[in-house]
Each structure stands twice: as structure tokens, then as C-alpha cells.
């Protein structure tokens, strides 16, 4: 016998997602001081719909963390590109737009957090993740050898905290990913 939690009705799958999908939206827009009546404002559901679905601020923020890190995951595993350098420069272009649209959503989870917290997780997820594709890239001498892919996510994470837009950044992270590829011996 398994203990597998009951199913959803359709109507509570949809509240449930509309409800991360404004929350997502509202953190992006307002940061980490966003309020549950906010959520529930923009999700268009009642605030006794949104509790039902995560009891505390903080549930709701582990939810958006989850939902982000399994995209951005699942994303090592199909990105597209002509060669294994392409393809890995892809998926930290999908990490880098992560990093950046998370940032509040961390704010918030690490006010009240402690090390079990999905956060501290997030990082070995992302490792385990990307590997593949920075190995296949190194194998075939299009990336140097002498980088890890945590100092190749700490670079992109250090460019993604740049104080400016998103203009300014971008250019800084095109210079940043165009110097993975091994130049030299």
C-alpha cells in the first residue's frame, strides 16, 4: 500500500497554479515584502482559497522555489544547440534568467529558513543538473577543463547581483559565457 497524497480536483489543480503563477509575477514585480492578500488579489481566488493551498507565506515561497528549480533542471536535459558548448552556454543563459527572477523569491524564504529549506538544496539540484553538459563540453575540448560548474554558476550568479537593468547586464554575461570557450591550451 502506498501512501501517496490524495488526488486534486481539476478546479483545486487550476487555483493552486493560478495562484503560483500571480505569486510568481508579484514577486518579480514587487520583491520579497509582497503580501498573501497581494497573491490573492492577483490570482483572483479568495484568501481562504489561497490558505488552503499554503498555509504560511513561507509554504508559498518554497512552492515558487521548487517549481523554478525543476524548469530550470528539466531545461539541462532537453536545452538545443548545434554543438555541447552551445548547449551549455544555453541552459546558463535559462539559470541566469532563474537566478535573476528568484532573487526575491530567496529574500523572502531566507528571513525564516533553516538548512532543511528547499534554498539550500537548490544548488546540488543544479549541479547534478548541468554536469552532463559542461562534461560533454570539456570532452570535446570546446570548454577549458580547469573550471568546475560551481565556479561556472557562481560567475553567472555574481553577474546576475550587478546593480543596474537588465540592458546592462546582459552584455557582461555574453562577455562572461563567450570566455568559457577554450581559446588556448
Known sequence: MTDLPPA??????????RILDA???AFADTGAETSMAEVARRSGVGSATLY????????????????EVDEVCAAAATVEGDSPAERLTTWLRRFFQYVTAKRPVVLGLLEHTDTNDP???????ML?????????????????GDLDLGQILDLVVAIAKIPGTAE????????????LNKLGP
Open 8 to 17: 486534486r480536483r481539476a478546479d483545486a489543480a487550476r487555483n493552486r497554479q
Open 119 to 125: 534554498v539550500f538544496k537548490t544548488r546540488g539540484r
Open 168 to 179: 546592462y547586464r546582459q552584455p557582461i554575461l555574453d562577455a562572461a559565457l563567450a570566455g
Open 52 to 67: 488552503r493551498n499554503f498555509a504560511t507565506r513561507h509554504e508559498l515561497l518554497e512552492a515558487l522555489l521548487v517549481d
Open 128 to 144: 547534478a543538473a548541468g554536469q552532463p553538459l559542461l562534461a560533454a563540453a570539456q570532452d570535446t575540448g570546446q570548454i577549458a
Open 23 to 25: 505569486a510568481r509575477t
